[in-house]
């Protein structure tokens, strides 16, 4: 089955670190480019960070460039996301997202910063 | 930053309805556009990319079309379980922005 699981969300303190990972299955992982992607309570969707297929090229959204850092293992077919400095508005359920013409996505993993 | 604008923000239409939504770019990405579907607690479902070629799985009463700067998303028929926020991503280069979305509801 062609599926993506996100894990490593939870309650992290303001200014506190968190790493979340995501699982490939299904698929030939090491072929894609992959995004994250978070969703704060009752807002939008918001384009975190990408990198691409052999992590030559990674990108990161203003409101996180400098405290996150996204990462992949093609070994393991899995990507990360380490994020650092976390901050309330931070709060969010956090998607891993494989190429957009692609389309496929975990269920997310949610992150709540608060002290 | 390109930015993406949704409109409208929330709309109400009757089963059968045809129901228009629109996505615009600050500046012009081409065809690198997609919509996605998002029901209430579940996660986002790709419909649309390249601005008008339907995902597999999609119904046919979905539809986009646009390139350029302006894009539109198309319900031929709405159904119930089409109610969801619908949102449109821009994908030719990084921000890899999402519109604000747009609510849809039954009348």
């Known amino acids: 089955e062609v599926q993506l699981v996100e894990s490593g969300g939870g309650l992290v303190k303001p200014g506190g670190s968190l790493r979340l990972s995501c699982a490939a299955s299904g698929f030939t992982f090491s072929s894609y480019s992959m995004n994250w992607v978070r969703q704060a309570p009752g807002k939008g969707l918001e384009w975190v960070s990408s990198i691409s297929s052999s992590s030559s090229y990674i990108y990161y959204a203003d409101s996180v460039k400098g405290r996150f850092t996204i990462s992949r293992d093609n070994a393991k077919n899995s990507l990360y996301l380490q994020m650092n400095s976390l901050r309330a508005e931070d709060t969010a359920v956090y998607y891993c997202?494989?190429?957009?013409?692609?389309?496929?996505w975990g269920r997310g993993t949610l992150v709540t910063v608060s002290s | 930053d390109i930015q993406m604008t949704q409109s409208p923000s929330s709309l109400s239409a009757s089963v059968g309805d045809r129901v228009t939504i629109t996505c615009r770019a600050s500046q012009g990405i081409s065809n690198y556009l997609a919509w996605y579907q998002q029901k209430p607690g579940k996660v986002p479902k790709l419909l649309i990319y390249a601005a008008s070629t339907l995902q597999s799985g999609v119904p046919s009463r979905f539809s986009g079309s646009g390139s350029g700067t302006d894009f539109t998303l198309t319900i031929s028929s709405l159904q119930p379980e089409d109610v969801a926020t619908y949102y449109c991503?821009?994908?030719?280069?990084?921000?890899?922005?999402f519109g604000q979305g747009t609510k849809l509801e039954i009348k």
């Open positions: 997202a494989s190429h957009v013409a692609q389309g496929l």
């Open positions: 991503q821009k994908y030719n280069s990084v921000p890899y922005s």
